[in-house]
């Protein structure tokens, strides 16, 4: 009985051991990452990106379902080719990069999960804050789990570890968030396209 009930609790805890979350890093210090934006209006199309991404997720590829985490970028790191229309973008009706520095998307989790392989497709499941304002976002989303990887990405000098890379698109509205507000829908798309792909880090 005893033998039984030692089986048990050791069985319990490399259960729960193997069920522990990987915590990845989204400050990529190769400057890779990028977060691509697209308004494509009846009369005017703007497009640009933004480098400036950090944040961390929980990922266990056992239990995919149970991803957690937050990305955070850098409002200041928004860029189209256009000088003027970039000093509108970080102006104060658009992104007010001095009021609202952060644009932050949280994690709550993954629903409707396949994996194949090292290969997980879901839909993600959490909130978007843009200037102040919280909108729930749901987006199909693939991961990425690349196993012993991380060297490989960052070359000879880099450290062993694990890479995890999101790639997501959704779309959020800009009268939603008081971005532009007033601005004739005709000129400027309501509709903002966003595509993340982005690599995380879990150094061993």
Not at 41 to 48: K, M, T, V
Not at 120 to 140: L, P
Not at 158 to 173: A, E, M, P, W, Y
Request: net charge positive; charged share 20%.
């Amino acid at each position: 009985m005893k033998l039984l009930l030692t089986l048990t609790l050791f069985s319990g805890l490399a259960l729960q051991v193997s069920a522990t979350p990987i915590s990845f890093d989204f400050a990529d210090p190769k400057g890779v990452n990028t977060i691509s934006f697209n308004l494509d209006g009846p009369l005017e199309s703007i497009s640009g990106t933004a480098k400036g991404v950090s944040g961390r997720v929980q990922f266990d590829p056992k239990a995919p379902e149970n991803t957690t985490g937050t990305i955070d970028l850098d409002v200041s790191s928004l860029h189209v080719g256009n000088p003027r229309m970039k000093g509108h973008l970080h102006g104060p009706q658009w992104m007010d990069v001095a009021k609202h520095p952060d644009i932050q998307f949280k994690v709550a989790r993954l629903n409707n999960v396949e994996t194949t392989g090292n290969i997980t497709s879901a839909d993600i499941v959490g909130e978007i804050t843009v200037k102040g304002v919280t909108r729930a976002v749901t987006a199909k989303t693939t991961l990425t789990y690349l196993k012993g990887k991380l060297k490989a990405r960052m070359g000879p000098r880099g450290q062993d570890g694990d890479l995890l890379v999101i790639r997501t698109k959704f779309s959020i509205f800009r009268n939603d968030f008081g971005i532009s507000a007033g601005q004739s829908n005709e000129k400027v798309a309501n509709e903002i396209e966003i595509s993340m792909s982005i690599a995380g880090q879990a150094p061993y």
